[in-house]
């Protein structure tokens, strides 16, 4: 597909109002673009899904409007939005800001033979200082960038 990269990233970058309209446009200008290209759909599905997973423009919110903010030690990167006091699911519930799963499949955790143990379904996180559980601390709360002792 000459030049898919270059297509996907302007596909990527024009203005949409919803990711509905966006993942149709998309579908659409790559069909028209590659008709007849042998791995068509795999490259539409794959072209939607990092649109999906990157922008959202009933936020307004893409990655040309906000800094870096992946991982969550040394900024609350994901839960400086998606926290228990601005984040709703679809029913109009308040996500919960401490919940790793919602973005980690944690195979295992723990040291020694607890890492041994691996749960390919997944494991809750839970944090080693079992003293801050039920707290409500986002992991930037205390890894901060200024107090890491290792």
């Not at 069909?31 to 072209?47: C, P, Q, S």
Request: charged residues 20%; proline residues 5%; hydrophobic residues 40%.
């Amino acid at each position: 597909m000459p030049a898919i990269k270059r297509t996907a990233v302007d596909l990527l970058t024009k203005p949409y109002a919803t990711q509905a309209e966006a993942t149709a446009a998309i579908a659409r200008a790559l069909a028209v673009r590659y008709a007849g290209a042998a791995h068509l759909a795999t490259t539409v599905a794959a072209v939607q899904t990092v649109y999906r997973e990157n922008i959202f423009p009933e936020m307004k919110a893409d990655w040309s409007k906000y800094p870096d903010n992946i991982g969550h030690l040394d900024s609350a990167g994901c839960f400086r939005c998606h926290d228990a006091k601005h984040s709703v699911d679809g029913a109009g519930k308040r996500m919960p800001a401490t919940d790793c799963n919602s973005c980690h499949t944690i195979l295992a955790q723990g040291s020694g033979a607890g890492l041994a143990q691996v749960a390919p379904a997944g494991v809750a996180f839970k944090h080693p200082s079992s003293d801050i559980d039920g707290l409500g601390l986002l992991c930037s709360d205390c890894h901060n960038g200024k107090n890491q002792q290792n």
